[in-house]
């Protein structure tokens, strides 16, 4: 791994795709159910690559090819070797609803401040990891990683790799049941990055609103408090749902260009990480107002009359509820929502599928729902369809015209196709 480390030294941009090589970079011939990016060794060196790994040992007498037994892992232990050699505060985030969010408002607060290397997108499993150490450079003084995790220890392993000081869990919830097994495994499993940051006797940010993840670190003096109801060190409130929030924090009138209650919690995270890295609260308020949400994440978007929440980024029962409840509170005379299926739920699907079913109408709100398990609990009342094409046909004999739309289902539904 020292030969290795000394080439990422020498070229310490990474890639992982011949379709975006950089200039000189180090390319790792990664692999998977559909792809072998082994085949494409001297593709990469063609287009630029200063090196490549791979598992290929037709390649041994390439100087320029780095001969392992598994790219993956040889990633992973390269970005290990990285990360001993830091000498940054490393955050690690995770949760079930709201981490990607928080890691991006929390990216917004510290760069008031600071230079910050910090998860891009949602890379933040086995190789989004790796990759986001890979990217720290002697410049950054703060990193942000953030880990996702679909099975039991997961997140044990990523962290193992990042090493955070500096620990932050939005929430834990049901999602990918069908991975973990049961909830305690989902428990077990994210509460592994508490154990890790406490390892190394760092700090944690805690929701104090939240009795689970307050019951997982009783005892422990070393962190930091944020909640709206709890005695908590950073607290604030919603003042206004028009879609966006606007809310009282750290004193200040704020309005962002955020929609949903549940955002309150991971604004109130970010602004508390700001203020234990010593971000003054003028530049903390400002970056939480200038924060824009992307890739689908609670975005508002105006068309055609309607305004319309899309949050169909992914969903599970939690953030669903969550959301259906959010939409009820918003001001407006004709609300609805567009629900898709929502994926990996297992041996709970039929139950969680039925319980949003019955949330939507004890709430008022008119659903329509999208995908094979929601079709199956309505047996065959209207507005059930099983593809967003159906949907999409229906929507063009009779289309929406005005109101608020809320839009939320699992990636796998592809709701980002529904046209309004």
């Known amino acids: 791994m020292s030969s290795l480390y000394d080439i990422y030294l020498q070229h310490p941009r990474i890639c992982t795709d011949t379709r975006n090589i950089i200039e000189g970079s180090l390319f790792f011939c990664l692999k998977g159910e559909n792809f072998d990016g082994n085949r494409f060794a001297l593709d990469a060196l063609d287009k630029g690559a200063a090196y490549v790994v791979t598992e290929n040992k037709e390649y041994a007498d390439n100087p320029r090819c780095v001969i392992v037994d598994d790219s993956l892992k040889a990633l992973q232990q390269l970005a290990s070797e990285h990360r001993a050699h830091l000498k940054v505060p490393v955050i690690g985030i995770t949760g079930t609803n709201g981490k990607t969010t928080t890691k991006e408002l929390t990216a917004a607060v510290l760069k008031k401040k600071y230079k910050v290397a910090?998860?891009?997108?949602?890379?933040?499993n086995h190789i989004g990891v790796p990759l986001t150490l890979l990217s720290v450079t002697t410049d950054d003084e703060i990193v942000i990683v953030e880990m996702g995790a679909n099975h039991p220890g997961e997140i044990a392993f990523l962290a193992d790799i990042a090493r955070p000081e500096y620990g932050l869990i939005t929430n834990i919830g049901t999602a990918h049941i069908e991975g973990f097994g049961s909830r305690e495994n989902i428990i077990q499993t994210k509460k592994a990055l508490y154990d890790e940051v406490l390892r190394h006797h760092g700090h944690?940010?805690?929701?104090?609103?939240?009795?689970?993840?307050?019951?997982?670190?009783?005892?422990y003096v070393n962190l930091s408090t944020y909640g709206v109801d709890a005695p908590a060190e950073v607290k604030g409130t919603v003042l206004e749902m028009t879609p966006y929030l606007t809310i009282n924090l750290l004193g200040r009138r704020v309005e962002t260009h955020l929609t949903g209650m549940y955002n309150l919690t991971n604004m109130l995270a970010a602004a508390a990480v700001g203020r234990y890295f010593c971000v003054p609260d003028d530049d903390i308020v400002a970056a939480i107002a200038e924060y824009e949400p992307s890739n689908h994440r609670s975005q508002v978007i105006k068309r055609n009359g309607l305004t319309i929440i899309a949050d169909y980024y992914n969903a599970n029962p939690s953030s669903m509820y969550a959301a259906l409840h959010n939409l009820a509170m918003i001001d407006g005379a004709h609300k609805m929502a567009i629900l898709g299926d929502m994926l990996e739920l297992g041996e709970v699907s039929e139950e969680e599928h039925q319980r949003m079913i019955g949330t939507a109408a004890g709430l008022g709100i008119e659903a329509w729902y999208v995908?094979?398990?929601?079709?199956?609990?309505l047996e065959g009342e209207d507005h059930g369809f099983h593809t967003v094409e159906e949907?999409?046909?229906?929507?063009?004999?009779?289309?929406?015209?005005?109101?608020v739309v809320l839009i939320k289902g699992s990636r796998g539904i592809h709701l980002e196709n529904v046209n309004l």
């Open 118 to 124: 910090f998860t891009q997108g949602n890379l933040n």
């Open 204 to 219: 944690l940010f805690v929701n104090a609103d939240d009795p689970l993840l307050s019951g997982l670190v009783t005892g």
């Open 371 to 377: 995908g094979e398990e929601f079709c199956r609990q």
């Open 391 to 403: 949907l999409n046909a229906y929507l063009k004999e009779h289309p929406l015209t005005d109101g």
